[in-house]
């Protein structure tokens, strides 16, 4: 049991953690790929424990999580961003709403513009581009508002 609560950079690592984890198909999965067993793997997610996963447990997690998503032919696996909490804590939220709405609304007609439904190399990168804004958007608005709410309270948080 911790005696101090942990840091807001701490508990991100540990939002992280449990994120890998269930990127590669939870804890049994991810005890397979490692020299550590469930349990372990399990402390290093919970915000309640000081541990915290070593670099070789994570660089086997990542690989077993690329080679997963090229094995489901899914491609990149889901990229986890870290935002600085303190980057984003004096932010408006309804600032960054409006950002995200004008980014959600330009993705809007990005795909209105694809009248003949067909994605050529050009419109594919094009597109990546437009999803990858509206993402950027979304993690600073999601983390202005779990900011505002204080990181313990991260949804899927012990």
Known sequence: MLRQPLSTD???LKTLTRLL???VGGLEAAATYTRVNRSV????QNP????FMPVDVVGRLEHAAVAGADHRGTGAPRRLQLVQPGEVATESVPLLMARFSQEAA????FAEGLADGELCARDDAALEREV???LRKATRLLAALHAKRGLSQLPGLP
């Open 10 to 12: 701490d508990m991100a």
């Open 21 to 23: 984890i269930e990127q």
């Open 41 to 44: 793997l399990s402390g290093y």
């Open 48 to 51: 309640h424990q000081p541990h």
């Open 106 to 109: 330009e993705l809007q007609a």
């Open 132 to 134: 990858t804004h509206v």
